[in-house]
């Protein structure tokens, strides 16, 4: 029997984890873990929630008395932490808050689960889900692979690197069985709006100013949140343990194409003259430390495991956009 214990299960990434593995998964038990910060939202698992193989815990990671006595009252035998304080220029405000939740949050997870499982480690599993700032910034060639060198530039992403560090140190120290993955942004329903793709789309609804850093020429690739969702899952049942995988979408673009993109999309959906709401693209000071350009090879994750994204950018951001005007107030 699995009993696994998501954290950060009511954020973006989270909750799309949470209701597939409970959907698609009846004999798991899914316990999501969340404190609710102002990025957690628990309208986004209304769906699930009455299902006999889901609970909700709200509890704090950094908790660790609290979290060794779930993990042994839910007999916890797998974790896939996400929990985290996630957006960058929060990071560059208050950036004790990321070590505290994305550092020591992180140990706390470790040293229970590694004092909990008490050297037995068969079919045990702790799965970090992290992120591609971890290796810094590309210039216009090249790509992050598995091998890259960590240089991490933010806060956020300093916090990350340093999280991923314990996870390969407990392994290498302990022997606890982990994995990592490393993945590039992520796009689609149940995000924040202050991430850049939700904020823009809300602020063309809203007839906002869109505030665009710098030249706007900084490069991310993204991925359709729920082609992470199958990653995740492949990784979680199939990969070697100890071992780490990259995953992108392969879609590198530019801030100023998105909000190109954006812009031209939703004139169309809201029955705007075309190009109506270009006047509203207002460049900003550039964020402190801002990384030029992220790109991710993920021929790792495709050779071994057969993981291919299903959506190109075209028809992720139609749904991710459809999704935003049901569901933005
Ligand atoms: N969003 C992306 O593009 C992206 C890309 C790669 C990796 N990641 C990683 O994926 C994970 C999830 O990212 P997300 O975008 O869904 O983040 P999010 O900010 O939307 O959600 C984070 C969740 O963690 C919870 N949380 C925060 N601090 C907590 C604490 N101390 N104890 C318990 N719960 C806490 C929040 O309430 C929230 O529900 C993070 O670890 C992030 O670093 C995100």
């Known amino acids: 029997m699995k009993n696994i214990l998501i954290t ?4 973006f990434i989270g909750s799309h984890l949470v209701k597939f593995f409970v959907e698609n998964y009846p004999k798991y038990n899914i316990i999501n873990l969340d404190s609710l910060t102002y990025a957690g939202n628990l309208d986004n698992l209304k769906e699930i929630e009455h299902k006999s193989n889901y609970k909700f815990i709200q509890e704090d990671i950094c908790n660790h008395i609290k979290i060794k006595e779930i993990l042994k009252k839910e007999k916890i035998n797998s974790i896939i932490h996400l929990a985290a304080e996630s957006h960058v220029d929060r990071s560059i405000t208050d950036p004790f808050s990321f070590a505290k939740t994305n550092v020591l949050g992180t140990l706390s997870l470790l040293e229970a689960a590694k004092n909990y499982w008490n050297s037995d480690f068969k079919n045990k599993l702790f799965y970090h889900v992290s992120t591609d700032e971890v290796y810094g910034s590309l210039g216009s060639e090249g790509l992050f692979t598995e091998k890259t060198a960590y240089d991490p530039h933010s806060p ?6 340093s999280s991923d560090h314990f996870v390969r140190a407990f392994h290498d120290t302990y022997n606890l069985p982990i994995v990592i993955s490393n993945c590039s942004n992520n796009y689609g329903p149940n995000q ?8 823009f789309i809300n602020n063309i609804i809203n007839n ?12 991310r690739d993204w991925l359709y949140v729920e082609d ?13 343990i100890g071992e780490t995988y990259n ?7 530019t801030n100023n194409q998105i909000a190109n993109v954006l812009i031209e999309k939703l004139d169309q959906k809201l029955k705007r003259t075309k190009g109506e709401s270009l006047n509203l693209i207002k460049y900003v ?33 139609d749904k991710t956009i459809d999704w935003y005007i049901k569901n933005l107030t």
């Open 8 to 11: 950060g299960g009511a954020g």
């Open 156 to 161: 956020y992403s300093a916090s990350k690197a």
């Open 192 to 199: 924040y709006p202050e991430k850049l793709i939700p904020l």
């Open 208 to 219: 906002i100013p869109i505030p665009i850093y710098g030249n706007g020429k900084n490069i």
């Open 228 to 240: 992470h969702i199958s990653a995740i899952d492949l990784i979680f049942h199939k990969a070697k």
């Open 247 to 253: 995953l992108g979408g392969n879609n590198e673009i």
């Open 285 to 317: 000071e550039d964020r402190l430390g801002h990384d030029m350009r992220y790109a991710i090879d993920s021929s790792k994750i495709k050779s071994e495991l057969n993981w291919f994204p299903k959506h190109n950018f075209e028809n992720g951001i």
